[in-house]
C-alpha cells in the first residue's frame, strides 16, 4: 500500500482532499462542489440543531415545559418564508450548475480533435497529424483538445481526475469530450465503467507538455500519415471507391462535401450526415437509404475497426463539394 503503485494515493495527497485542479474548469467544478458541501451541511446541521432543541425545550416528561407552545396562527407566514428561502436556494444551484454544464459541455472552438476509442483493455489513441499512442495521451497545455470518444466493444468510461474530466465511451456513439490542460505533467487515467476482468488494468496517464514541447514531441515521433489521407486509402481499399467514384455501373450518392449537409431519403424527410450518420451509413447502409438510390450498399460491419471508420470519417469530412472526381452526377 504504497503511492509507488501510482494509484494510491499516498497520505499527504490524501490531506489535500481534492485532486490536482490541472485543467480549465477544474476550479470552477471545486467550486461549485464545496458550495453544493457548505448548502447541504449547513442545512443538515439547521435542521438537527432544531430538532435537538425543540425535543429540549418541549420534552413532555417535565414538570411543566419550559416555553410557551406557539400558536398555530403564526405557522403560515413561517412555513411560506421557509419555502421561499428555499426555492430560492435550489433555484440559484439550479441556475448555478446549469451555466457550468453548458459551459463545459458547449465547450470553445478546439485547436485539435484526438480520437479516442476505449477496447478491452486499453485507451487507442489517434493524434490529427496521425501519431498513435495506447494508454498514453499527450497534449499541449493552455491549448483547447477536443477528444472524439468512442468503443471497440463494451461501455468504458474515460476519466481523468486532476482534469475532473469523466465520460462514457459508448460504442456506436461518438462523444465530444474537451478539455484544457493548465500544468505540464503527467495525470492519471482510469477507466470508470465495469468492463470486464481486467477493468482495473484499462489505466494510463495524459502527459500534458508546454506547445513547444509537444511540437517536438510529435516531430520525435517520425513520418506520419494523416487520419484523412489514411481513410482515402482505406475508401479505396475497401472497395468504396468503386461505386462512389462512379467508375463501376452502380449509382452510388456523391459524397463530396457531404458532411454538414441534409440528405433526403427514400423513406421521405432528411437526416443531417453527422459523424453518426457517417459511421451508420458504413455499418447499416439500410438504416438511412437515400431518396433516388437502390438500397444495395453492403454493410462492412465486422470487417472495419472503429479506428478505420473515425479515419474514412476524416477523409469524407476532408472533401469539399466542388471535388467533382467524387461527383458522378458532375462527371457526366
Ligand atoms: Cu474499460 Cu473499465
Request: net charge neutral.
Amino acid at each position: 500500500m504504497s503511492a509507488e503503485h501510482g494509484y494510491l494515493p499516498d497520505i499527504q495527497e490524501g490531506l489535500k482532499f481534492f485532486p490536482e485542479q490541472a485543467s480549465s474548469y477544474a476550479g470552477e467544478l471545486d467550486l461549485f462542489f464545496i458550495g453544493l458541501v457548505v448548502v447541504c451541511g449547513f442545512m443538515t446541521l439547521l435542521v438537527f440543531g432544531l430538532i435537538v432543541f425543540f425535543s429540549y425545550r418541549y420534552h413532555a416528561d417535565r414538570q411543566k415545559p419550559r416555553g410557551k407552545l406557539p400558536s398555530a396562527k403564526s405557522s403560515h407566514r413561517i412555513e411560506l418564508s421557509v419555502l421561499g428561502a428555499m426555492f430560492v436556494i435550489f433555484m440559484g444551484i439550479f441556475a448555478w450548475s446549469t451555466h457550468l454544464y453548458l459551459n463545459i459541455y458547449r465547450g470553445p472552438e478546439a485547436a485539435m480533435t484526438i480520437n479516442v476509442v476505449g477496447k478491452q483493455w486499453m485507451w487507442k489513441v489517434q493524434h490529427p497529424e496521425g501519431v498513435r499512442e495506447i494508454n498514453t495521451l499527450h497534449v499541449p497545455v493552455g491549448e483547447t483538445v477536443e477528444l472524439r470518444l468512442t468503443s471497440e466493444d463494451v461501455i468504458h468510461s474515460f476519466y481523468v481526475p486532476d482534469f475532473r474530466v469523466k465520460h462514457d465511451a459508448v460504442p456506436g456513439t461518438y462523444r465530444k469530450v474537451w478539455f484544457e490542460a493548465t500544468k505540464p505533467g503527467e495525470y492519471r487515467l482510469f477507466c470508470a465503467e465495469y468492463c470486464g476482468s481486467y477493468h482495473s488494468r484499462m489505466r494510463g496517464k495524459i502527459v500534458a507538455m508546454q506547445p513547444a514541447d509537444y511540437e517536438r514531441w510529435l516531430g520525435d515521433q517520425g513520418e506520419q500519415v494523416a487520419p484523412e489521407v489514411q481513410g482515402a486509402s482505406l475508401f479505396r481499399s475497401y472497395g468504396c471507391s468503386g461505386c462512389h467514384l462512379g467508375k463501376s455501373d452502380v449509382r452510388a450518392p456523391s459524397l463530396a462535401g457531404v458532411y454538414g449537409r441534409p440528405v433526403p431519403l427514400a423513406s421521405g424527410g432528411t437526416v443531417m450526415a453527422d459523424e453518426a450518420y457517417l459511421r451508420d451509413s458504413i455499418l447499416q447502409p439500410q438504416k438511412h437509404v437515400v431518396a433516388g438510390f437502390a438500397p444495395i450498399m453492403p454493410s462492412y460491419s465486422g470487417q472495419i475497426s472503429e479506428g478505420e471508420i473515425l479515419q474514412i470519417i476524416a477523409y469524407l469530412k476532408s472533401l469539399q463539394p466542388e471535388d467533382q472526381a467524387l461527383n458522378p452526377a458532375a462527371m457526366t
